[in-house]
């Protein structure tokens, strides 16, 4: 065996130097993570091909091209198929590996699935084209890995076991998530047939010599290959990279530079330098990935920059220094604040995170765990008085108490499991087993609800995971119901013309002449805009004749603020025409989704009882009745985005 020491063994410094004696493999992630970690996972496929051929000549050990968030966003957001990316990519990289990012039982959804589901998913994202598959569970409760594990080997492809990285204290150690604790886990992926270990540092966290014990340990006490996969969020990971790879470390994961730093992960063109020469050499030729980069940076990026959250200077977030908080969770939290006028309270949040996750049994923060603390928490600041905590609940909590995620590293407060599983629909009594041992089969039931729309098992699939907005899609697809604009991508010109006008309007050359305008209708009215001391007289005419003025004296209601990233559809509230039917109102807490009515108009209900499911950042919210009476009227349906405040349904 080889020492980990990194020596200079050559001074040929030319693309076809021979070999390092053992090389650094990279896998690149910026067809997957790099975008979801800075663009909201909004990367298109169309935007992947110009760079695919040449990536496929880099010599990467992998790169990851599929699941995590990808699946969710690209038939929520994109009108694309996920599984046709797959088979896309695959066209143009035909030499490495594919890697997608799977969530054991979760698959590439937010709850655990049936076994039938996950045995599916599996052997049709091999069929489409993965070889690796890098699986985590956001409790690291392994028997969640089982079904998957099983049906992976089955297709003859690589498992990938993950640990999730996370602490309780600033550094390694402490009596939870210490090395003890890492070492087992590694022991049990072993025994359970892994082909490589991935340290999943999803928050940043790893320090660079807690990297360095934690590999070195690793090294010493299991033969697999140890892939390192941190984030480079709070500025550690170039550090934690090399010394990982002074311990021995096999892979690691980069981003080419356009899509590296900030929450996302390293950028993998230093680390070619830093190594070139030694005996860990990656044998990578940098021109070729400056080729790359050029056409990120000119081609795809344009597109994509007003996504990058540019509020801050900075590119290191020092909060998840201070928290602990993933990146990802953080944003959302902002968002989610700011779409309920509540971003003052986000030192609240930061204080109650804490003591919600040592509730919750001082879980992981990875998704889905991120989600369920972070909204949960959200909930708990803005709805709890001082004489109750934990006034609403989340459905995913409610599942996370009774075990359905999985076991918790420490045991959930016994108070909070008691009060999150009263009236819960499973039971009162928390389970101890595999959580999918309780789950019923549901694929076929899937089959039967989506019929004819579906065309074949993918489609079927889709659909048991995101049935709202799976079948939204399945819509766009075969052309039942068209694409909104929103979802629709934009050209490359369209972007320069947008970037053009926009500079012209900050040089104070304000409006374009447009030699093919409309002729000027009756409706025209103008409007006078005063912006500080300067004023605009402008002119504006309704597109499809003249607007029609209300009938009814009241207030007009407020028009709905379309949340951030919301599907495209918004209802507004009814018009003020026709007054609503006089009860009690159940107005939404919070802007979102409506996942379903558990009640129809005439349905008696009584006060608590669940009426409708909100979703709202990616969690289940049941709303309960206010009062108990009869359902006199519903103003939603599934699929629809409601803002905050509105009328979910009347009870008299
Ligand atoms: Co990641």
């Known amino acids: 065996m080889s020492d980990n020491t990194v020596q200079m063994t050559q001074m040929n410094y030319d693309s076809d130097r021979p070999a390092a004696e053992n090389p650094v493999k990279i896998m690149d992630l910026t067809l997957r993570d790099g975008h979801q970690s800075l663009f909201a996972t909004r990367g298109r496929t169309e935007d992947m091909i110009p760079v695919a051929e ?19 966003t690209m038939h929520r957001f994109l009108n694309e198929d996920p599984w046709e990316r797959l088979r896309t990519l695959k066209r143009y990289i035909k030499k490495t590996p594919f890697s997608m990012l799977l969530r054991a039982q979760n698959l590439v959804g937010y709850r655990n699935y049936a076994d039938d589901l996950a045995e599916a998913f599996v052997e049709r994202s091999a069929e489409n084209g993965m070889d690796i598959f890098r699986t985590f569970d956001a409790l690291n409760d392994y028997r969640n890995f089982e079904t998957v594990v099983k049906q992976i080997k089955a297709c003859g492809k690589h498992f990938q076991g993950c640990i999730c990285y996370t602490m309780t204290e600033p550094r390694l150690g402490g009596d939870v ?27 940043g966290l790893l320090a660079p010599y807690d990297a360095y014990e934690l590999v070195k340990a690793l090294k010493t006490n299991v033969t697999l290959p140890i892939h390192l996969h941190s984030h480079f969020t709070s500025g550690m990971s170039p550090m934690t990279h090399l010394k990982a790879i002074e311990a021995g470390v096999d892979i690691i994961d980069t981003c080419m530079t356009p899509y590296a730093y900030r929450t996302s992960h390293a950028a993998v063109e230093p680390l070619v330098m830093t190594l070139l020469g030694t005996n860990r050499d990656t044998g990578f030729d940098i021109k070729k990935l400056a080729t790359i980069n050029e056409i990120f940076e000119k081609e795809v990026l344009p597109k994509y920059k007003h996504l990058l959250d540019d509020s801050k200077v900075s590119i290191i977030d020092i909060n998840v220094l201070l928290h602990q908080t993933p990146g990802g969770m953080l944003s959302n939290l902002v968002n989610q604040l700011r779409e309920m006028d509540a971003l003052d309270k986000i030192g609240e949040v930061y204080r109650e995170l804490p003591r919600v996750r040592r509730d919750l049994g001082q879980i992981p923060l990875v998704t889905p765990t991120s989600q369920i603390v972070g909204v949960q928490t959200v909930n708990n600041v803005l709805h709890d008085t001082p004489e109750e905590r934990y006034k609403m609940i989340t459905g995913q909590v409610k599942d996370l108490c009774y075990g359905l995620y999985g076991k918790t590293a420490v045991p959930i407060n016994p108070e909070v499991q008691k009060k999150a599983l009263k009236g819960y629909p499973r039971g009162e009594e928390p389970i101890t087993c595999r959580p999918a041992e309780v789950l019923e089969p549901e694929l076929e039931k899937a089959r039967e609800a989506v019929g004819e729309l579906a065309k074949d098992i993918d489609d079927v699939i889709l659909y048991a995971q995101f049935p709202v907005t799976g079948k939204k899609f399945l819509e766009w697809k075969y052309g039942i119901t068209p694409a909104p604009k929103e979802v629709q991508p934009v050209t490359i010109e369209e972007v320069r013309k947008k970037d053009e006008i926009i500079k012209k309007a900050k040089a104070g050359q304000l409006v374009e002449k447009k030699s093919n305008a409309p002729a000027k209708t009756d409706a025209l009215r103008s409007f006078n805009v005063f912006i500080d001391q300067e004023y605009f007289r402008v002119d504006v005419d309704p597109v499809g004749g003249p ?50 009515y558990e009640k129809k108009v005439g349905d008696k209900v009584e006060q608590g009882e669940t009426v409708v499911v909100l979703e ?37």
Do not use: H
């Open 54 to 72: 040449l990536m496929d000549e880099v010599g990467f050990w992998a790169i990851e091209t599929w699941g995590g968030a990808t699946f969710d």
């Open 177 to 203: 998530y210490n090395l003890e604790y890492y070492l087992a886990k590694a022991r049990d992926l072993e025994a359970m047939g892994a082909d490589s270990i991935c340290i999943k540092d999803m928050a």
């Open 547 to 596: 607007m029609v003025a209300r009938a009814s004296a009241a207030p007009a209601p407020p028009q709905p603020v379309v949340p951030a990233a919301a599907p495209a559809v918004v209802r507004a509230e009814p018009a003020a025409a026709v007054p609503p039917p006089s009860g009690s109102l159940l107005l939404a807490p919070m802007p979102g989704m409506i996942v379903k």
């Open 616 to 652: 709202a950042m990616k969690m289940e919210n049941a709303l309960p009745a206010p009062t108990s009476g009869t359902i006199k009227a519903i103003d939603f349906a599934s699929g629809d985005s409601i803002t905050k405040g509105a009328v979910l349904c009347v009870i008299g």
